[in-house]
Protein backbone atom coordinates (compact mmCIF):
# COMPACT_ATOMS: atom_id res chain seq x y z
CA UNK A 1 0.00 0.00 0.00
CA UNK A 2 1.08 3.44 -0.31
CA UNK A 3 1.81 6.20 2.85
CA UNK A 4 2.76 9.03 3.16
CA UNK A 5 6.11 9.51 5.13
CA UNK A 6 7.76 12.03 7.05
CA UNK A 7 11.59 10.74 5.67
CA UNK A 8 13.45 13.80 6.95
CA UNK A 9 13.03 17.66 8.25
CA UNK A 10 10.08 19.19 5.84
CA UNK A 11 10.28 16.25 3.34
CA UNK A 12 7.63 13.35 2.91
CA UNK A 13 7.90 10.74 0.50
CA UNK A 14 5.08 8.36 -0.98
CA UNK A 15 6.55 5.05 -0.43
CA UNK A 16 5.40 1.86 -0.74
CA UNK A 17 4.68 -0.23 2.38
CA UNK A 18 3.02 -3.78 3.54
CA UNK A 19 -0.26 -3.95 4.47
CA UNK A 20 -0.33 -3.99 7.93
CA UNK A 21 -2.30 -6.79 10.14
CA UNK A 22 -4.47 -6.03 12.94
CA UNK A 23 -3.13 -7.45 16.23
CA UNK A 24 -5.28 -8.60 19.55
CA UNK A 25 -8.06 -5.61 20.49
CA UNK A 26 -7.00 -3.95 17.08
CA UNK A 27 -9.04 -2.97 13.63
CA UNK A 28 -7.75 -2.10 10.31
CA UNK A 29 -9.56 0.72 8.44
CA UNK A 30 -8.98 1.76 5.10
CA UNK A 31 -8.98 5.20 4.80
CA UNK A 32 -11.07 7.07 2.85
CA UNK A 33 -10.06 10.61 3.83
CA UNK A 34 -7.47 11.68 6.04
CA UNK A 35 -7.65 15.73 6.68
CA UNK A 36 -4.57 18.03 6.56
CA UNK A 37 -4.07 20.11 9.70
CA UNK A 38 -1.96 23.28 10.13
CA UNK A 39 0.10 20.99 13.00
CA UNK A 40 1.19 18.64 10.59
CA UNK A 41 3.18 21.42 9.00
CA UNK A 42 4.67 21.96 12.43
CA UNK A 43 5.17 17.91 12.89
CA UNK A 44 6.65 17.89 9.22
CA UNK A 45 9.67 20.35 10.16
CA UNK A 46 10.44 18.20 13.31
CA UNK A 47 11.17 15.15 10.62
CA UNK A 48 15.58 14.80 11.32
CA UNK A 49 16.63 12.06 12.28
CA UNK A 50 16.43 11.05 15.92
CA UNK A 51 12.90 12.55 15.91
CA UNK A 52 10.38 11.24 17.09
CA UNK A 53 8.65 11.82 13.85
CA UNK A 54 11.28 10.26 12.01
CA UNK A 55 10.20 7.73 9.43
CA UNK A 56 6.04 8.24 10.57
CA UNK A 57 3.40 7.97 8.56
CA UNK A 58 1.77 11.56 9.01
CA UNK A 59 -1.66 12.84 9.80
CA UNK A 60 -4.05 12.56 12.91
CA UNK A 61 -7.89 13.04 11.18
CA UNK A 62 -8.96 10.63 9.08
CA UNK A 63 -12.36 8.06 8.48
CA UNK A 64 -12.48 5.29 6.66
CA UNK A 65 -13.85 1.79 6.28
CA UNK A 66 -13.49 -1.35 9.00
CA UNK A 67 -11.46 -3.79 6.51
CA UNK A 68 -10.22 -6.26 9.45
CA UNK A 69 -10.72 -6.75 12.72
CA UNK A 70 -8.32 -8.59 14.80
CA UNK A 71 -8.10 -11.35 17.57
CA UNK A 72 -10.88 -10.73 20.28
CA UNK A 73 -12.68 -7.35 18.74
CA UNK A 74 -15.96 -7.40 19.48
CA UNK A 75 -19.15 -5.05 18.81
CA UNK A 76 -17.53 -3.63 15.40
CA UNK A 77 -18.69 -4.59 11.86
CA UNK A 78 -16.38 -5.54 9.35
CA UNK A 79 -16.76 -3.05 6.61
CA UNK A 80 -18.41 -0.02 7.95
CA UNK A 81 -18.02 3.69 8.34
CA UNK A 82 -15.88 4.79 11.23
CA UNK A 83 -13.78 8.04 12.45
CA UNK A 84 -10.63 7.66 14.42
CA UNK A 85 -10.67 9.20 17.42
CA UNK A 86 -7.41 10.96 17.61
CA UNK A 87 -6.83 10.43 21.87
CA UNK A 88 -5.18 7.18 21.57
CA UNK A 89 -5.81 7.80 25.84
CA UNK A 90 -5.20 4.68 28.29
CA UNK A 91 -9.05 5.18 29.07
CA UNK A 92 -7.88 4.48 33.17
CA UNK A 93 -5.78 7.08 34.71
CA UNK A 94 -7.62 9.99 36.95
CA UNK A 95 -7.79 12.41 34.12
CA UNK A 96 -9.12 10.02 31.73
CA UNK A 97 -12.12 8.64 34.44
CA UNK A 98 -12.66 12.32 35.38
CA UNK A 99 -13.24 12.81 31.25
CA UNK A 100 -9.76 14.50 30.51
CA UNK A 101 -8.46 11.91 28.29
CA UNK A 102 -6.76 14.59 25.88
CA UNK A 103 -4.56 14.75 29.08
CA UNK A 104 -4.10 11.43 29.33
CA UNK A 105 -1.40 11.21 32.25
CA UNK A 106 -0.26 7.51 31.34
CA UNK A 107 0.15 8.12 27.56
CA UNK A 108 1.07 12.07 28.19
CA UNK A 109 3.34 13.85 30.09
CA UNK A 110 2.93 17.57 31.52
CA UNK A 111 4.75 18.78 27.96
CA UNK A 112 3.67 15.82 25.76
CA UNK A 113 0.38 15.34 24.70
CA UNK A 114 -1.16 11.82 24.46
CA UNK A 115 -0.43 8.78 22.35
CA UNK A 116 -1.58 10.66 18.78
CA UNK A 117 -1.29 8.67 15.52
CA UNK A 118 0.54 10.77 13.14
CA UNK A 119 2.43 12.30 16.04
CA UNK A 120 4.39 9.16 17.40
CA UNK A 121 2.17 5.71 15.24
CA UNK A 122 1.81 5.64 12.11
CA UNK A 123 -1.01 7.79 11.07
CA UNK A 124 -4.50 8.68 8.23
CA UNK A 125 -2.01 9.59 5.22
CA UNK A 126 -1.88 5.98 3.86
CA UNK A 127 -4.08 3.23 2.53
CA UNK A 128 -4.70 1.38 5.20
CA UNK A 129 -3.79 2.22 9.18
CA UNK A 130 -4.34 0.23 12.22
CA UNK A 131 -5.80 1.59 15.06
CA UNK A 132 -6.96 0.39 18.92
CA UNK A 133 -10.54 -0.97 18.78
CA UNK A 134 -11.50 1.65 21.41
CA UNK A 135 -10.01 4.46 19.17
CA UNK A 136 -12.35 4.17 16.13
CA UNK A 137 -16.43 5.79 16.39
CA UNK A 138 -19.02 4.21 14.19
CA UNK A 139 -20.20 6.50 11.21
CA UNK A 140 -23.68 4.44 10.98
CA UNK A 141 -26.40 2.79 13.30
CA UNK A 142 -29.58 3.25 14.11
CA UNK A 143 -32.31 5.70 12.54
CA UNK A 144 -29.87 8.55 11.63
CA UNK A 145 -28.30 9.35 8.16
CA UNK A 146 -24.75 7.34 7.96
CA UNK A 147 -21.96 9.48 7.04
CA UNK A 148 -20.00 9.16 4.29
CA UNK A 149 -15.92 8.93 6.13
CA UNK A 150 -14.27 11.04 3.16
CA UNK A 151 -16.14 13.58 4.20
CA UNK A 152 -16.12 13.29 7.70
CA UNK A 153 -12.78 12.80 8.32
CA UNK A 154 -11.99 16.59 9.52
CA UNK A 155 -14.39 15.81 12.35
CA UNK A 156 -11.92 14.01 14.30
CA UNK A 157 -9.59 17.46 14.44
CA UNK A 158 -11.44 20.06 12.80
CA UNK A 159 -14.57 19.25 14.79
CA UNK A 160 -13.59 18.06 18.07
CA UNK A 161 -11.21 21.02 18.97
CA UNK A 162 -13.88 23.12 18.49
CA UNK A 163 -16.40 20.93 19.83
CA UNK A 164 -14.27 20.92 23.12
CA UNK A 165 -13.16 24.19 23.63
CA UNK A 166 -16.81 25.06 23.02
CA UNK A 167 -18.19 22.35 25.68
CA UNK A 168 -16.32 24.76 28.42
CA UNK A 169 -18.16 27.40 27.87
CA UNK A 170 -21.39 26.39 27.21
CA UNK A 171 -23.37 27.79 30.25
CA UNK A 172 -22.60 30.95 28.63
CA UNK A 173 -23.95 30.64 25.41
CA UNK A 174 -27.65 32.22 26.30
CA UNK A 175 -29.58 34.17 23.54
CA UNK A 176 -28.58 37.67 25.46
CA UNK A 177 -24.58 36.63 24.81
CA UNK A 178 -21.96 37.36 22.15
CA UNK A 179 -19.61 35.20 21.05
CA UNK A 180 -16.65 36.23 18.48
CA UNK A 181 -14.67 33.36 16.36
CA UNK A 182 -11.95 34.43 15.45
CA UNK A 183 -10.08 32.36 12.27
CA UNK A 184 -12.64 30.85 9.64
CA UNK A 185 -10.35 28.07 8.60
CA UNK A 186 -10.72 24.21 9.53
CA UNK A 187 -11.44 24.62 13.20
CA UNK A 188 -13.10 28.25 12.76
CA UNK A 189 -15.32 27.26 10.17
CA UNK A 190 -16.86 24.05 12.31
CA UNK A 191 -16.77 26.24 15.61
CA UNK A 192 -19.50 28.76 14.09
CA UNK A 193 -21.68 25.98 12.85
CA UNK A 194 -21.73 24.30 16.18
CA UNK A 195 -22.48 27.42 18.43
CA UNK A 196 -25.15 28.18 16.04
CA UNK A 197 -26.67 23.88 16.68
CA UNK A 198 -25.71 23.99 20.27
CA UNK A 199 -26.52 27.81 21.74
CA UNK A 200 -28.15 30.92 21.26
CA UNK A 201 -25.52 33.44 21.44
CA UNK A 202 -25.21 35.83 19.23
CA UNK A 203 -22.07 34.77 16.54
CA UNK A 204 -19.50 37.73 15.11
CA UNK A 205 -16.82 35.40 12.82
CA UNK A 206 -13.66 37.62 12.11
CA UNK A 207 -11.29 36.41 9.42
CA UNK A 208 -8.32 38.42 7.22
CA UNK A 209 -9.60 36.61 4.23
CA UNK A 210 -12.38 37.82 2.51
CA UNK A 211 -13.54 35.24 1.03
CA UNK A 212 -13.81 33.23 4.30
CA UNK A 213 -15.64 36.36 5.93
CA UNK A 214 -18.35 36.36 2.87
CA UNK A 215 -19.04 32.54 3.82
CA UNK A 216 -19.19 33.43 7.49
CA UNK A 217 -23.36 33.87 7.69
CA UNK A 218 -23.65 31.10 5.53
CA UNK A 219 -22.02 29.20 7.96
CA UNK A 220 -24.57 30.81 10.88
CA UNK A 221 -22.72 33.68 11.91
CA UNK A 222 -24.98 36.93 12.16
CA UNK A 223 -22.09 39.00 12.32
CA UNK A 224 -19.24 38.45 9.57
CA UNK A 225 -15.84 41.22 9.95
CA UNK A 226 -12.78 41.61 7.89
CA UNK A 227 -9.71 41.64 10.40
CA UNK A 228 -8.73 45.00 10.27
CA UNK A 229 -7.56 48.27 12.50
CA UNK A 230 -11.40 48.63 13.04
CA UNK A 231 -12.47 45.06 13.95
CA UNK A 232 -12.24 45.27 17.95
CA UNK A 233 -14.04 48.89 17.75
CA UNK A 234 -16.31 47.21 15.60
CA UNK A 235 -16.83 44.24 18.15
CA UNK A 236 -17.28 46.91 21.06
CA UNK A 237 -19.50 48.85 19.23
CA UNK A 238 -21.51 45.50 18.82
CA UNK A 239 -21.63 45.07 22.60
CA UNK A 240 -22.33 48.55 23.70
CA UNK A 241 -18.98 48.69 24.21
CA UNK A 242 -18.40 46.09 26.94
CA UNK A 243 -17.27 43.10 25.05
CA UNK A 244 -18.19 39.69 24.12
CA UNK A 245 -18.96 36.98 26.31
CA UNK A 246 -17.10 34.29 24.78
CA UNK A 247 -13.99 34.88 22.53
CA UNK A 248 -12.31 31.88 20.14
CA UNK A 249 -9.21 32.64 18.92
CA UNK A 250 -8.62 29.73 16.39
CA UNK A 251 -5.35 31.67 14.57
CA UNK A 252 -3.18 32.70 17.39
CA UNK A 253 -0.84 34.83 16.27
CA UNK A 254 0.20 38.00 18.05
CA UNK A 255 -2.45 39.97 15.97
CA UNK A 256 -5.27 37.86 16.85
CA UNK A 257 -4.75 37.12 20.61
CA UNK A 258 -4.27 40.96 20.68
CA UNK A 259 -7.85 41.11 18.87
CA UNK A 260 -9.68 38.56 20.97
CA UNK A 261 -7.73 40.32 24.35
CA UNK A 262 -9.07 43.62 23.07
CA UNK A 263 -12.59 42.55 22.68
CA UNK A 264 -13.62 40.40 25.71
CA UNK A 265 -16.18 41.20 28.20
CA UNK A 266 -15.50 41.29 32.18
CA UNK A 267 -16.17 37.86 33.30
CA UNK A 268 -15.87 36.63 29.97
CA UNK A 269 -13.96 33.66 28.60
CA UNK A 270 -11.00 33.91 25.98
CA UNK A 271 -10.64 30.49 24.48
CA UNK A 272 -7.42 30.47 22.64
CA UNK A 273 -7.28 27.26 20.41
CA UNK A 274 -4.72 28.65 17.23
CA UNK A 275 -1.02 27.28 17.18
CA UNK A 276 0.28 30.03 15.37
CA UNK A 277 3.29 30.98 17.41
CA UNK A 278 1.73 34.06 19.09
CA UNK A 279 2.02 35.27 22.68
CA UNK A 280 -0.60 36.18 24.88
CA UNK A 281 0.69 38.47 27.71
CA UNK A 282 -0.56 39.26 30.78
CA UNK A 283 -1.19 42.47 33.57
CA UNK A 284 -2.96 43.24 36.10
CA UNK A 285 -3.28 46.62 34.95
CA UNK A 286 -2.16 48.95 32.14
CA UNK A 287 -1.90 48.49 28.67
CA UNK A 288 -1.97 44.74 28.07
CA UNK A 289 -4.94 44.28 31.26
CA UNK A 290 -7.63 41.87 30.99
CA UNK A 291 -10.82 42.86 32.03
CA UNK A 292 -11.61 41.97 35.71
CA UNK A 293 -12.65 38.13 35.68
CA UNK A 294 -11.40 37.10 32.65
CA UNK A 295 -10.69 33.30 32.61
CA UNK A 296 -8.33 32.45 29.88
CA UNK A 297 -7.73 28.80 28.37
CA UNK A 298 -5.86 26.90 26.11
CA UNK A 299 -7.37 23.92 24.32
CA UNK A 300 -5.66 20.66 23.23
CA UNK A 301 -7.56 18.55 20.55
CA UNK A 302 -10.76 16.79 23.01
CA UNK A 303 -12.39 14.30 24.75
CA UNK A 304 -14.12 11.26 23.20
CA UNK A 305 -17.38 12.44 24.01
CA UNK A 306 -16.77 15.28 22.62
CA UNK A 307 -16.26 13.06 19.32
CA UNK A 308 -19.63 11.38 20.00
CA UNK A 309 -20.86 14.88 19.86
CA UNK A 310 -19.56 16.28 16.68
CA UNK A 311 -20.74 12.62 14.94
CA UNK A 312 -24.15 13.60 16.41
CA UNK A 313 -24.53 16.49 15.16
CA UNK A 314 -23.16 16.34 11.69
CA UNK A 315 -25.51 12.81 11.46
CA UNK A 316 -28.45 15.14 12.34
CA UNK A 317 -27.32 17.63 9.38
CA UNK A 318 -26.31 20.48 11.86
CA UNK A 319 -22.71 20.78 10.90
CA UNK A 320 -20.81 20.13 7.77
CA UNK A 321 -17.37 19.77 6.82
CA UNK A 322 -16.15 22.22 3.69
CA UNK A 323 -13.68 19.79 1.94
CA UNK A 324 -11.35 20.21 -0.78
CA UNK A 325 -10.33 17.06 -2.21
CA UNK A 326 -6.99 15.83 -3.43
CA UNK A 327 -5.55 12.39 -4.82
CA UNK A 328 -3.17 11.24 -2.16
CA UNK A 329 -0.04 11.07 -4.83
CA UNK A 330 -0.66 15.05 -5.50
CA UNK A 331 -0.04 15.94 -1.28
CA UNK A 332 2.42 18.22 -2.51
CA UNK A 333 -0.40 20.67 -3.93
CA UNK A 334 -2.69 19.89 -1.17
CA UNK A 335 0.07 21.03 1.50
CA UNK A 336 0.87 23.85 -0.68
CA UNK A 337 -2.38 25.38 -0.72
CA UNK A 338 -2.78 25.31 2.90
CA UNK A 339 0.18 27.15 3.37
CA UNK A 340 -1.48 29.76 0.72
CA UNK A 341 -4.44 30.34 3.06
CA UNK A 342 -7.29 30.52 0.97
CA UNK A 343 -8.65 26.85 1.05
CA UNK A 344 -11.91 27.47 2.18
CA UNK A 345 -12.63 24.64 4.90
CA UNK A 346 -10.60 21.88 4.98
CA UNK A 347 -7.91 20.17 2.62
CA UNK A 348 -8.62 16.43 2.52
CA UNK A 349 -6.34 13.57 0.69
CA UNK A 350 -8.16 10.61 -0.76
CA UNK A 351 -5.54 7.55 -0.58
ZN1 LIG B 1 -4.53 18.95 14.04
ZN1 LIG C 1 -5.30 8.03 30.69
Redesign the pocket.
Known sequence: MRALKLVDANRLELREVPVPDPGPGQVRVRIAGAGICHSDVTIMAAGMEGSPFHGITIGHEGAGYLDALGPGVSGLVEGGPVVIDLMW?????R??VQGR?NA????GTRWMF?TTPGLGPDGTMAEYMIVGERHVVPLDGGTLPALDPAGAAPLADAGVTPMHAINTVRDRLDAGAVVVVVGLGGLGHMAVQILRAVGAARIIAVDANPAKVAQAEHLGADLALNADDQTAARILEETDGFGADVVFDFVGVDESVALATAVVAPEGHLRLAGLGGGSFTYALNGVNAVPWGVTVQTSYGGTRTDLDEVVALARRGLIHVETTTYPLDDYARAFADLEAGSLPGRAVLLP
Open positions: ACGHCQCSCQTTP
